[in-house]
């Protein structure tokens, strides 16, 4: 994934309502922005414009059907987000577990040499 | 990268003095973060870190011994960083008894600082776990359906 996808990607979730209108999305398969409009507490407009941006970020898709416009999550890029996100986590795991690391053994040298100056 | 979350803590059997010297010399965070890291840790003060053959520009922002210490990173080579171009890193350093210091680490695309209390309250409970959880969970109604 490239830095600017990213950027999409993590702005596209980071919006209470707009998770919310994934979340309807994942749960129920392919929908229309009414029906998604019918399940949540704002406006339709409020819908399309969330659906916009999900799309932009490449985590839905839509198809026509008909005169129906229809959105389906996209599995592929749920999961590389999934994955990606996951790796940073793991890197600040590392991190830490450094850090415990060194902080434990700097303390139990300063006690033991606070131990040899007595 | 705004809008990312990443947050983790980990509970440390030493004091936060100690805990403190080790997140914040740069001989210590050469161990731990980057290979090489050029860093006064003093509010505003520009450094470096090296990681491999890449490295980047790093703004200090909060010092505050032995409780909070903030820095941003990750913003393009030449800009100043601020909220949307950068990620920030703050650690926050609690005391557990004599000897004992749980550390959290928040990364950051957000400003968070400037927020009222309640407004960060509010923000921290909503992302507890970060997107891991989010999207984890997504990812498995996803292979259920």
């Known amino acids: ?118 | 990268m705004p809008g990312l979350v990443i947050e983790r803590d980990v509970l440390i059997e030493a004091p936060a003095e100690v805990v403190w010297r080790t997140i914040t010399e740069p001989d210590q965070m050469a161990q731990w973060f980057a290979d090489r890291v050029e860093l006064v840790v003093k509010p505003g003060a520009h450094g470096y870190m090296q990681f491999g053959d890449q490295g980047g520009p790093v703004v200090v922002e909060v010092v505050d011994p032995p409780t909070r210490f903030s820095f941003r990173w990750n913003y393009p080579p030449g800009e100043e960083p601020v909220t949307g171009n950068s990620m920030l890193v703050e650690f926050t350093l609690t005391p557990e008894g004599d000897e004992r210091t749980r550390l959290r680490v928040v990364e950051c695309g957000h400003e968070l600082r400037d927020w009222p209390d309640a407004e960060k309250q509010r923000y921290a409970d909503e992302h507890r776990g970060g997107w891991g959880e989010y999207l984890d969970r997504l990812a498995g109604v996803l292979a259920e359906r």
């Open chain 1, 1 to 118: 994934m490239t830095a600017q996808a990213d950027d999409e990607l993590w702005s596209a979730i980071s919006d209470p309502s707009r998770r919310r209108v994934l979340d309807l999305v994942v749960t129920n398969g392919e929908v229309s922005a009414s029906w998604l409009a019918g399940r949540v507490p704002f406006t339709r407009q409020a819908v399309a414009k969330h659906l916009v941006v999900l799309e932009e970020a490449g985590l839905v898709s839509r198809r026509k059907l008909g005169r129906e416009v229809l959105y389906q999550v996209q599995a592929d890029r749920l999961d590389q987000a999934s994955r990606a996100m996951a790796q940073l986590a793991a890197q600040w795991e590392r991190r830490l577990a450094a850090i415990k690391r060194l902080a434990e053994a700097a303390h139990a040298e300063n006690k033991e040499g606070h131990r040899h100056d007595r």
